[in-house]
């Protein structure tokens, strides 16, 4: 599947985004801050993509220009998150590299996911997260519409051996009709 939007081409990871992967992950602004570590090589990137990024709806961020892979977004679906037990909710995940902030290309991406989540896939709610302190990820939860819903004082950061405080923020289908027509 490949979607696309006004700047960018979101399409399936595969082994040759490693190099590409490494050079945004590895940024310690990038990974720790959304729970996960920098990656230390490209070797770990290479795995990530052959065992992380393999979702259904889990796409590489590239610009149309050079279809180059600088971020990921994924709609992660019943069995994949821990925000839903419903097959008709899932949950938006996403970032981007560091030298791409404040462009708008998440906002961007997540946009059509929304899209692809509530036409396509028959989604009523969409759920997304960010750790406390993410002010970044809040911005873009705000700019796609999502409501407040609830915040955690312990929330497990396994990747990172930590705990945290998160928020959890919701669209629903409806209130998506309303922000987009």
């Not at 796409?59 to 971020?71: L, P, R």
């Not at 839903?84 to 996403?94: A, H, I, P, V």
């Not at 961007?108 to 509530?118: D, H, N, T």
């Not at 396509?120 to 997260?129: E, F, N, P, R, Y």
Request: charged content about 25%; proline content about 4%.
């Amino acid at each position: 599947m490949i979607l696309t939007t006004e700047r960018l081409v979101l399409r399936r990871w595969t082994e040759a985004d490693a190099q590409s992967l490494y050079e945004y992950a590895k940024d310690p602004d990038v990974g720790p801050v959304a729970g996960w570590n920098p990656h230390k090589n490209v070797e770990e990137s290479l795995e990530v993509i052959k065992t992380v990024f393999t979702g259904a709806e889990c796409y590489a961020v590239c610009e149309k220009k050079n279809n180059v892979a600088i971020g990921a977004v994924e709609l992660k679906l019943n069995g994949f998150t821990d925000m839903t037990e419903r097959e008709d909710e899932c949950e938006l995940g996403y970032w981007i590299g560091k030298p791409y902030w404040g462009q708008g290309y998440i906002p961007e991406a997540s946009s059509e996911l929304l899209r692809r989540a509530f036409e396509d896939l028959g989604m009523t709610t969409v759920w997304c997260g960010y750790y406390d302190g993410n002010s970044k990820s809040k911005r873009v939860q705000e700019k796609l519409g999502f409501l407040y819903h609830h915040t955690c004082d312990e929330v497990p950061v396994p990747l990172l051996n930590e705990i945290r405080i998160g928020h959890t923020n919701y669209l629903t289908k409806d209130q998506w009709l309303l922000n987009t027509h």
